[in-house]
């Protein structure tokens, strides 16, 4: 049974900054990534940025330069910081722990996805 606990979101000011953290437990597979998607109501979750267990990382291009991401795999923790917030950053933020497990059957990976209770940003402007 895999947990992700968010924490660290609010409300800020446009051009102030917050950080985002996300601690995952259970059994957690070496072969995975974490990251940070959002959504606002009657829209599609779309990802914010993603890191890799190998450390690569990757970003909505509406973040990039803004939002830094990173982890500490000993905790299984992500966190996701914040600046230079705008109005349309304003959501509910989701973290994500994707697993991947061989399976022998199909002879590939397979990928199995796990999902916070979310937290909210809201920026004012």
């Known amino acids: 049974q895999v947990q992700l606990v968010e924490s660290g979101g609010g409300l800020v000011q446009a051009g102030g900054s917050l950080r985002l953290s996300c601690a995952a437990s259970?059994?957690?597979?070496?072969?995975?990534?974490m990251g940070w998607y959002r959504q606002a109501p009657g829209k599609q979750r779309e990802l914010v940025a993603g890191?890799?267990?190998?450390?690569?990382?990757n970003y909505a291009d509406s973040v990039k330069g803004r939002f830094t991401i990173s982890r500490d795999s000993a905790k299984n923790t992500v966190y996701l910081q914040m600046n230079s917030l705008k109005s349309e950053d304003t959501d509910v933020y989701y973290c994500?722990?994707?697993?991947?497990?061989?399976?022998?059957?199909?002879?590939?990976?397979?990928?199995?996805?796990?999902w916070g209770q979310g937290t909210q940003v809201t920026v004012s402007s």
């Open positions: 994500n722990l994707a697993l991947f497990v061989y399976s022998g059957t199909y002879g590939t990976y397979m990928r199995n996805d796990y």
């Open positions: 259970g059994s957690i597979f070496s072969r995975n990534t």
């Open positions: 890191i890799t267990s190998g450390g690569s990382t």
